[in-house]
């Protein structure tokens, strides 16, 4: 089996993400939730300490850190705030189609622009008729000569209204399905791209998430990433080695959780004793270690079968529907742990719970992830 324990750089990362999330993050997670602000100052710290590109090959500037190290980053940031978290990790869900079939030009253009100047960048296959059914896309591209014409839109675009590029997908016909996909490179600057409405989330309120509109934007070879009818496969391989980090993102909440009830049921008093001391808050958190340290297996162990090489598309989606789940569910628990206080902004459980939903919904649902495993296991 995978030896999950963390060697003295992965211990170091770790410390320095805890130590940031407590500095930078905590202090301002419920203000920015309220708001629904962009985390910027924040992004840019992290930014400034390498971890909003730690994906990014360490040949174009990146910290070159692999999944595990991608989780690990996910469960520091997540305790603090998911939104804050998610906005942090999209870079490296733009990059990783990049990484994983790129051109070296490409890789140098794009991958370079993210570690050299502070900026973002977003993945996008979802569009307003197909989010689960990736290959429902209608985002059009049309051959030209040697261009590409795109058009469409793509919603639910994380960070979409502040990145640079785009990393899209768009089909050449619809009625081929998935062979018909494409991935593409995008610029924010070309004409024909343009942010249109940002939505107003229950949870996960700080990240941003828009719809982009392509209205003849005009491609060259130099935007196709990979081989045209390439981009289902490449778009799964993608979802395969991010998943684990909504897996973090689960984790570290779910520790968050933990620790908001264990310090209030040792503290407040129903019945004249704690309400630490009643079983049925005992048993409510019991469930919340197991449901913890389960998530924290499954994801770890995704991670280390994606870094030793191998393919892992069946535990990436145990990480990321267990994981998403649990969280749901030991966040609905801290509310009922915090009774009616766990129900106001007074405590961040109520926050925790708002984002714990988005976990079940993005990078495919819960029931997306059990097709997956459905098949997977019916195909053996
Ligand atoms: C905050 C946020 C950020 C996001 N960020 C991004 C991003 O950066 N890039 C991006 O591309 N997308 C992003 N998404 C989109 C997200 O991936 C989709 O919302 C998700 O895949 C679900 O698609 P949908 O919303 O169209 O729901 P649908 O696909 O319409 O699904 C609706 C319901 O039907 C269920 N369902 C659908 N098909 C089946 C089936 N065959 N069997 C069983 N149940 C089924 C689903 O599980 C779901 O419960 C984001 C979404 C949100 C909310």
């Known amino acids: 089996m995978w030896d999950l324990r963390l060697n003295e750089e992965q211990t170091a990362l770790v410390d320095m993400i805890r130590r940031f999330t407590k500095e930078e993050?905590?202090?301002?997670?419920?203000?920015?939730?309220?708001?629904?602000?962009?985390?910027?100052?924040?992004?840019?710290?992290?930014?400034?300490?390498?971890?909003?590109?730690?994906?990014?090959?360490?040949?174009?500037?990146?910290?070159?850190?692999?999944?595990?190290?991608?989780?690990?980053?996910?469960?520091?940031?997540?305790?603090?705030?998911?939104?804050?978290?998610?906005?942090?990790?999209?870079?490296?869900?733009?990059?990783?189609?990049?990484?994983l079939a790129g051109t070296e030009a490409q890789k140098e253009k794009y991958l370079g622009q993210l570690v050299n100047e502070y900026c973002f960048a977003s993945y996008a296959t979802s569009e307003p008729g197909a989010g689960s059914d990736v290959v429902g896309i209608r985002t059009k591209y049309e051959k030209q000569g040697d261009d590409y014409l795109i058009n469409g839109s793509k919603a639910w675009i994380t960070n979409g209204g502040h990145a640079k590029w785009y990393l899209i997908f768009a089909t050449s016909d619809a009625k081929l399905r998935h062979k018909g996909l494409t991935a593409f490179v995008v610029p924010r600057d070309l004409e024909g791209v343009s942010v249109g409405k940002k939505e107003?989330?229950?949870?996960?309120?700080?990240?941003?998430?828009?719809?982009?509109?392509?209205?003849?934007?005009?491609?060259?070879?130099?935007?196709?990433?990979?081989?045209?009818?390439?981009?289902?496969?490449?778009?799964?391989?993608?979802?395969?080695?991010?998943?684990?980090?909504?897996?973090?993102?689960?984790?570290?909440?779910?520790?968050?959780?933990?620790?908001?009830?264990?310090?209030?049921?040792?503290?407040?008093?129903?019945?004249?004793?704690?309400?630490?001391?009643?079983?049925?808050?005992?048993?409510?958190?019991?469930?919340m270690g197991i449901k913890h340290e389960a998530t924290r297996l499954l994801t770890y162990t995704a991670a280390k079968i994606l870094d030793g090489g191998q393919q892992a598309s069946i535990y990436s989606s145990y990480a990321k529907a267990f994981g998403a789940d649990a969280a749901m569910q030991v966040a609905t628990d801290a509310v009922q742990v915090f009774g009616g206080y766990g129900y106001t902004k007074e405590y961040p459980v109520e926050k925790l719970m708002r984002d714990a939903k988005l976990l079940q919904i993005y990078e495919g649902t819960s029931q997306v992830q059990r097709m997956v495993i459905a098949r997977h296991m019916l195909s053996r």
């Open 200 to 287: 107003n989330k229950l949870g996960v309120r700080c990240s941003d998430t828009s719809t982009i509109h392509f209205d003849n934007v005009r491609l060259t070879k130099d935007h196709l990433v990979g081989e045209e009818g390439d981009g289902f496969k490449l778009a799964m391989r993608t979802f395969d080695r991010t998943r684990p980090d909504i897996g973090g993102f689960a984790s570290g909440l779910m520790r968050r959780a933990i620790d908001e009830c264990v310090a209030y049921a040792n503290e407040r008093k129903a019945f004249g004793v704690t309400i630490g001391q009643h079983q049925a808050i005992q048993f409510m958190i019991a469930d």
């Open 25 to 99: 993050v905590i202090p301002v997670a419920a203000e920015l939730d309220e708001k629904s602000e962009f985390p910027l100052d924040v992004c840019k710290k992290a930014w400034d300490l390498g971890f909003m590109n730690s994906k990014v090959p360490a040949e174009y500037g990146g910290l070159g850190l692999g999944v595990f190290e991608s989780v690990l980053i996910s469960e520091e940031l997540s305790y603090g705030c998911v939104g804050v978290a998610t906005t942090v990790l999209a870079n490296n869900l733009a990059a990783t189609p990049l990484v």
